[in-house]
């Protein structure tokens, strides 16, 4: 969403959009709103944050693995999301 907003997908504001991403999620949580964050969690260790910001204020977590193959609308070389799919812990 952040990238949507802000020129399109762009690898060198990653960290921004993460930020950004992490900071709306906790506001949400905190009045209470449904939060469903979509990314691409290859490490079981990226999803920390948002489990532990649903703990804090006792939200239930629901983790949807997608299965399904969609269109690459990153432009991510093929490659990377190969190496990307090597590295996944389920």
């Known amino acids: 969403m952040w990238f949507e907003s802000n020129g399109g997908y ?3 504001k990653i960290k ?3 930020q950004w991403c992490k900071a709306q999620t906790l506001a949400a949580l905190k009045a209470e709103q449904d ?8 490490k079981l260790w990226e999803m920390d944050f ?3 910001a649903a ?13 399904g193959s969609w269109p690459n609308v990153h432009c991510i070389p093929q490659n990377v999301v190969d190496a990307m799919m090597l ?3 389920d």
């Open 50 to 52: 948002y489990q532990e």
């Open 87 to 89: 590295r996944f812990e």
């Open 35 to 42: 939060v469903v964050v979509s990314n691409t969690f290859i």
């Open 16 to 18: 921004i959009a993460h």
């Open 55 to 67: 703990n804090k204020v006792d939200a239930e977590v629901i983790i949807t693995k997608m299965t």
């Open 10 to 12: 762009d690898h060198s």
